[in-house]
Every structure is written in structure tokens, then in C-alpha cells.
């Protein structure tokens, strides 16, 4: 596996070894002792999720205050934008965003910490989601960040969201968001 940072430290792009034969292809979506040997961290996912999403739709941006979660995000059919914003107050990247798009074609996978807002925009006809969680989902302490919130300028490689959620659609301004220490 291949570790490629992004503008955000903590970030990472995951480019996993692919096997190819006349077959099609092999990879290993995950291995902890190949994670360890590569980011140096130690890392327990307690939730998968999956979710498929249409053209335009953009999903986040999304992070809890309580069973605070890292991401581990990849796409195994269609494109997406997937963001990912620190949001840290002690952190020197607070209030910074930093964008990658994965697709099923390219097999990355995106980490995000615990401690940052995620988001991502479908950008195939279809895209179906994968992500592990380092911690339970819990509805209660999930909180909405707006999607293209002026102060936080995300570049989205599409100019409107087709489709938000009703509580996406009610995302607080940046400004207005519970951040962590």
C-alpha cells in the first residue's frame, strides 16, 4: 500500500497493491497489520457503512460530538469528490478542507481522522460508498456542516448539489459549528 498525504497532515490517500490478470483484478481493501506497517497507526473500525447516491448528490458534511469517528472511504462503483475539513481548534489546519476524488477505476481509499467534518459529492450516475468507522454512529451527537458554507469555499467540482437530505439542507454555517478543542 502506498501512503500519498494531502494539504492536511493528518489526511491520508491510501493506494492499495493491485493484482491484474486475464481474470480482472485482486486487492486487499484492508489489512491492520499492513495499515500499522504504513501510517503507523493503530486503528479499530467498529462499523461498516455502505451507501449509493445519484448524480449531484452531495452527502455532509457530517461529524459527531460524542463516539467521535475516523473514516477509512472508498468507492467500489461510479466517482465521487470526497472532502474532509479539520476541525480541530488547536489544530494549525483548523478550518481547512482538502478534496480527492475516488473512483472504482483508481482504488484509493481516503482516511479521515477523528476530529474532521466529511463530506462527498457523487460524481458518476451512480456511486456506491464504502466507509469503516472508528466508533458507533450515533444520531444524537451527529451534527451538519453547510456543504458550501462561504467561509469555508470548498472547490466542488460541480456548481450545485442536486439533491441534499433535509438535514444536510439544514447545515449550520461553519461559523455556527461545534468544533473540538
Known amino acids: 500500500m502506498e501512503v ?3 494539504d492536511l497532515p493528518d489526511v491520508l490517500i491510501l493506494e492499495p497493491r493491485i493484482f491484474t490478470d486475464d481474470r480482472g483484478f485482486f486487492l486487499e481493501s484492508w ?3 499492513t495499515w500499522f506497517d504504513a501510517t503507523g497507526l493503530e486503528t479499530v ?10 448524480y ?3 452527502r455532509g458534511l457530517h461529524y459527531q460530538v460524542r463516539h467521535v469517528q ?5 468507492v467500489v462503483a461510479g466517482e465521487i469528490y470526497d472532502v474532509a475539513v479539520d476541525l480541530r481548534r488547536s489544530s494549525p489546519t483548523f478550518g481547512r478542507w482538502t478534496g480527492v476524488h475516488l473512483s472504482a477505476e483508481n482504488n484509493r481509499q481516503l482516511w479521515i481522522p477523528e476530529g474532521y467534518a466529511h463530506a462527498f459529492m457523487a ?3 451512480t456511486a456506491d460508498v464504502l466507509y469503516k468507522a472508528t466508533d458507533i454512529y450515533d444520531r444524537e451527537a451527529e451534527r451538519s456542516i453547510r456543504w458550501d458554507d462561504p467561509d469555508l469555499a470548498i472547490d466542488w467540482p460541480l ?3 442536486s ?4 438535514k444536510d439542507a439544514r447545515g449550520v454555517p461553519f461559523p455556527e459549528a461545534e468544533t473540538y478543542p
Do not use: M
Open 4 to 6: 500519498i498525504k494531502t
Open 31 to 33: 489489512n491492520a497489520r
Open 45 to 54: 473500525f467498529v462499523q461498516d457503512n455502505h451507501s449509493r447516491s445519484r
Open 56 to 58: 449531484g448528490v452531495v
Open 70 to 74: 475516523g473514516k477509512l472511504v472508498r
Open 123 to 125: 460524481l458518476s450516475e
Open 159 to 161: 456548481p450545485a448539489a
Open 163 to 166: 439533491v441534499l437530505s433535509d
